[in-house]
């Protein structure tokens, strides 16, 4: 069973408002992704990081920002949420640089109004 | 543009028989495939991977097949039960700058009944 948790799991929240979406893994997984998913579509990665104080972005343009200060920890920021932020934000760890799948979190979902 | 494709948004099979997923891709360098289940309100779940040296992987119930020349890979689910209901994600990666970060279909629905 995966350990990585995502909270919280649904957030209602007004246009302008400054959100951190949680994510914390306990597996010691180097390696941390973001995905931004809606219903029928793809998983688009946003955000990711191979380690402390390592963040890219992805291949999906986002207004958010993360942050890597501890292992374990891959928090997302929107600075100023608006509707076109509404979405399932799914964050993701995978172990080392080997061929291997990655755990994911249950998911934030996200409505902004 | 998608390079992987998912062109059946939606699958039903009964409770027994097979189920037959599929995916396709457009990039050549493309050599790590997964599959993943996703059931509503949760993350993805890995399922079963397919490395490009290989053309089948099996595991239980679900066997992956690849077909590099025609760029396919399928899943087969044998039997079909219903709580494999959900929806699956084809997978696909190639090493770029020394890890492989998937690129995702956008999901097939499948249903089994009872």
């Known amino acids: 069973e995966a350990d990585i948790y995502q909270t919280p799991r649904y957030l209602v929240i007004g246009t302008g408002k400054k959100i951190t979406l949680e994510c914390s893994q306990t597996?010691?997984?180097?390696?941390m992704y973001w995905y931004q998913q809606d219903p029928g579509m793809e998983l688009h990665l946003i955000h990711y990081s191979y380690g402390v104080n390592s963040t890219e972005k992805g291949d999906l343009s986002s207004e958010s920002t993360v942050s890597r200060i501890r292992t374990e920890h891959f928090p997302l920021t929107l600075e100023s949420a608006r509707p076109s932020h509404t979405s399932q934000y799914l964050c993701a760890s995978k172990r080392g640089q080997e061929l291997n799948e990655q755990f994911f979190g249950p998911g934030t979902r996200l409505t902004v109004l | 543009d998608q390079q992987v494709k998912q062109n059946s948004p939606s699958l039903s099979v009964q409770e027994g028989r097979i189920s037959i997923l599929n995916c396709d891709y457009t990039?050549?360098?493309?050599?790590?495939f997964l599959w993943y289940k996703k059931y509503p309100a949760e993350g993805p779940t890995f399922l079963i991977s397919i490395s490009s040296i290989k053309d089948k992987n099996e595991d239980g119930r679900f066997t992956v097949f690849l077909n590099k020349s025609a760029k396919h890979l399928s899943l087969h689910i044998v039997p079909s039960q219903p709580g494999d209901s959900a929806v699956y994600f084809c997978?696909?990666?190639?090493?770029?700058?020394?890890?492989?970060?998937?690129?995702f279909g956008r999901g097939t629905s499948l249903i089994v009944h009872p």
């Open positions: 997978a696909a990666s190639a090493r770029a700058g020394g890890s492989y970060i998937p690129t």
């Open positions: 990039n050549s360098m493309f050599d790590y």
């Open positions: 597996m010691g997984h180097d390696k």
